[in-house]
């Protein structure tokens, strides 16, 4: 009775182990993996902490018939198909933040009682997962963004081989004081001098998706206009000079659009692509913004050679966050 696993079948089985909720589940997985890498019943049975003639009855079902889920299932639900399709239909369009608000709908519309415990069970069982809604801007128009994406992609598939292509942004954090939360001795208040003055820092920044460690980003003292943006593109220009054309997906600011900062793009050999209005979740590095505010608007007053020196870091800052970083409608 032996079980001899292909390469991908233990990937998916060990996959599975590290995701499935059933501890039950989990040891017949464990069972027939250890038993696939030669271990003996006994040996499995004791590192378990489960009788052998269980370890022998996992086995037996694995390879009968791919069993790994216990036969005991849980209850069967309180609800029939039509109360369960007109739930999960409620459920797609209301949201609610407490599992016991929804326990008092079904008892208000179906007077079903169920507790806490066995509704979160069944919403899982039922494709619901409690996580945190997608934001998107107020004024936004999906026709223009689904266009702008459709564009985006021909893009990238007509770029030749010595073609970049770069997405690039403004961030303007401010210094002063945030406070928050932190371990404080019981009944003792720690006290924190506030900032009186909101100083601005403006950085320009630019990152390549795939190159992160490459992000390129520029500090400047007053404000961000448009001979700010034409001297960025020349530091663009010089740290990609060896490329045909490069390509900058940028949203439509007043001095982005400015005929003089379009010019200097035209003559650096810097093509401009507008991000449809209200669209920063179209711009991948948009999302590092907020976290500027980890270094710059840290609990304590920052002079200002302290912040532009965390200014200058949101290369640092955005190459840390690459696992996040990716096409915003790809996710």
């Not at 949201?95 to 208000?108: D, E, G, K, L, V």
């Not at 001297?231 to 663009?236: G, L, M, S, V």
């Amino acid at each position: 009775m032996n079980i001899e696993l292909t390469p991908e079948l233990r990937a998916a089985l060990e996959l599975r182990h590290s995701k499935v909720r059933d501890g039950y589940e989990r040891d017949r997985i464990k069972a027939v993996l250890l038993h696939a890498k030669g271990w003996t019943i006994i040996m499995i049975a004791q590192a378990l902490l489960v009788h052998e003639s269980t370890i022998s009855r996992h086995i037996k079902d694995f390879i009968a018939e791919h069993k790994l889920t216990p036969s005991n299932g849980g209850s069967f639900s309180h609800l029939d198909d039509e109360q369960t399709k007109q739930l999960i239909e409620h459920l797609s369009d209301i949201t609610y933040f407490h599992t016991r608000q929804i326990c008092s709908y079904i008892q208000a519309t179906f007077g079903i009682h169920y507790s806490v415990s066995g509704l979160n069970k069944w919403l899982h069982h039922n494709g619901f997962s409690y996580k945190q809604p997608k934001g998107v801007p107020h004024k936004f128009c999906p026709s223009t963004q689904d266009e702008f994406i459709t564009k985006y992609e021909l893009l990238k598939a007509e770029m030749a081989e010595n073609d970049v292509l770069l997405f690039m942004d403004a961030v303007h954090p401010t210094q002063a004081t945030k406070v928050t939360c932190g371990w404080i001795r019981t009944g003792v208040d720690k006290v924190i001098e506030t900032t009186g003055s909101r100083t601005r820092v403006n950085i320009v920044g630019a990152i390549r998706l795939g190159y992160l460690e490459d992000t390129l980003t520029q500090q400047y003292e007053k404000t961000v206009n448009g001979d700010a943006i034409i001297d960025f593109f020349t530091h663009i220009k010089e740290k990609y000079k060896d490329k045909n054309t490069i390509n900058l997906v940028l949203d439509g600011a007043g001095y982005h659009r400015k005929k003089e900062v379009v010019d200097k793009a035209e003559e650096l050999g810097i093509v401009l692509h507008y991000l449809p209005s209200y669209s920063p979740n179209l711009n991948p590095i948009y999302p590092n913004h907020f976290k500027m505010q980890v270094p710059v608007g840290v609990q304590n007053a920052l002079d200002k050679a302290l912040i532009a020196e965390n200014g200058i870091s949101f290369s640092k800052l955005i190459t840390q966050h690459k696992a996040f970083i990716t096409q915003p409608w790809s996710l």
